[in-house]
C-alpha cells in the first residue's frame, strides 16, 4: 500500500517547510498550500488522508476551509494555532476538526498526532516491513524503539535515540551541528550545543573508550560523521576522523 497521502495548509513558509520534511521522514507524502482557496483546491485535485490546517490563514480563516472539507469530505482533520483558549479548540471540534496542535509545537509530537488521528479513522497505511538497524554490536529497531549494544538493552532517552538512528542511517555522512538540530530535533535555529551534549552522551553508551571515539567521529569545522564499526564484508572499518577526532 502507498504512503498516506497529507496536506499541510499553513501561510509560514518556514513552518510548512520543516513540517513537510519531518512528516515526509515518517513516511508520508505531503502536499503544501499556502492559503484556503489553494488548499480546498489540492484537496479537490488529489484527496489526502489527513489535513494539517493553520487556524490562522490570509483571507478564508482554517475554520472556514475545514467547514468547506466537511462539505464534501470526512477526511481527518489536524489543526494548528498559535491561541490556546478552550473557546477555539471548542469551535474548531464543532466545525469537524479531529485533534488540536498549539503552536509553538514539537514536529515529532506533530507525526505522533498524524499519525494517532489516521490510525483512528482507519486511514493508517500497511505499514512496510520492520526496519533493523545492525552495525556490529548495535542494533536499533526504530518501530519498537529498542536498542541493544552486545545484547545489553541501551538506556537511551527518546531524542538520544533518535540521534543515533539517525547516524545509523546516514554512515559516512558529514553532518552539521546545525543540520543535526534541524533533522533530528525538527528545530530550524536552537542553541547548538544541544547537539554536542547529546552526541557525548550517546558515546559514552556505545563507544569502547568515549574519550577516543571511532564510531561518532569529530570532522573538524563541519560537525560528526558515523563510521560504522564493520564492512559491509564484515571486516573492521578503518576508524578516522584527523588529529584529535575525540573531542566535542
Not at 483546491?41 to 484527496?47: S, T, Y
Request: glycine letters at 8%.
Amino acid at each position: 500500500m502507498s504512503n498516506n497521502q497529507v496536506l499541510v495548509v499553513d501561510d509560514d513558509a518556514t513552518v510548512s517547510d520543516v513540517v513537510r520534511r519531518y512528516l515526509e521522514r515518517a513516511g508520508y507524502d505531503v502536499t503544501l498550500a499556502g492559503d484556503g482557496p489553494s488548499a480546498l483546491a489540492a484537496a479537490a485535485a488529489n484527496p489526502p488522508d489527513l489535513v494539517v490546517l493553520d487556524l490562522m490563514l490570509p483571507g478564508m480563516s482554517g475554520l472556514e476551509v475545514c467547514r468547506r472539507l466537511r462539505e464534501r469530505s470526512d477526511v481527518p482533520v489536524v489543526m494548528l494555532t498559535a491561541l490556546g483558549e478552550e473557546t477555539d479548540r471548542v469551535v474548531g471540534f464543532e466545525v469537524g476538526a479531529d485533534d488540536y496542535v498549539t503552536k509553538p509545537f514539537s514536529p515529532r509530537e506533530l507525526a505522533l498526532r498524524v499519525q494517532s488521528v489516521l490510525r483512528r479513522a482507519g486511514r493508517a497505511a500497511v505499514p512496510p516491513p520492520a526496519e533493523l538497524l545492525v552495525d556490529g554490536d548495535l542494533r536499533l529497531d526504530p518501530a519498537a524503539r529498542t536498542a541493544t549494544r552486545d545484547g545489553v538493552p541501551l538506556p537511551l532517552t527518546v531524542r538520544e535515540f533518535d540521534l543515533l538512528t539517525h547516524f545509523l542511517r546516514h554512515p559516512h555522512r558529514a553532518s552539521s551541528r546545525a543540520e543535526l538540530l534541524e533533522q533530528v530535533w525538527g528545530w530550524s535555529f536552537g542553541d547548538q550545543a544541544t547537539v554536542t551534549v547529546h552526541v557525548r552522551r550517546v558515546r559514552e553508551k556505545i563507544e569502547p573508550d568515549p574519550a577516543e571515539p571511532t564510531r561518532i567521529v569529530t570532522v573538524w569545522g563541519v560537525g560528526y560523521r558515523f563510521e560504522p564499526a564493520t564492512t559491509p564484508a564484515g571486516q573492521q572499518a578503518p576508524a578516522s576522523a584527523g588529529p584529535g577526532s575525540a573531542s566535542a
